[in-house]
């Protein structure tokens, strides 16, 4: 029949799915509100942020990513976590700075990520214990997306080598 899909058109629809959201394009968030979306996004960008080697976790789509996890996960555990250390990190910002996450400045989220960072080694409170999982899930997010791997490491796949020199003794 012409109106049946065949398995490669699936897939194709697949693939182009998972692009666009690889590249952050359509964002509807599915776990978060769209105030956190809008905070996550920020702060991982402030973690990994575009400079003039490659872009950073924005247009990689992080945000996106963590957003599909959480609303896959079937633990609420981490879904509290993401939600209780965004209000955290909301409270801390509204403290400081008398704005939220995505009213202050670049320069601003640097300093509020710096402050929950500081004893990234050793967390005691409850947000400096988020922040490491903030940096965690940006840098996995970021290094798992196509412009982690190809634009800022500079994979180049799997190369035909004419020669192999082996190794220096």
Known sequence: MAND?????????????LLV?????????VFFTKDEYAAVDELMETIIP??????GAK????AAYVDRQLSDSFG????????EGLKLLEAR???????NIVGITAP???QLLE?????????KTPDEKFFNTLKGATAFAYYSSSIGIHKEMDYKGNVYLQEFVGTAL
């Open 5 to 17: 899909f065949k398995r490669r058109d699936l897939l194709k629809l697949t693939a182009g799915g």
């Open 93 to 99: 910002c509204q403290k400081n700075f008398d704005k």
């Open 59 to 62: 247009a990689a789509g992080c």
């Open 50 to 55: 575009t400079d003039d080697h490659s872009p």
């Open 21 to 29: 959201a690889g590249l952050g394009k359509a964002e509807t968030p």
């Open 76 to 83: 609420d555990k981490e879904k509290q976590e993401w939600r």
């Open 108 to 110: 601003q989220r640097i």
């Open 115 to 123: 402050e929950v960072s500081k004893h990234e080694g050793h967390p």
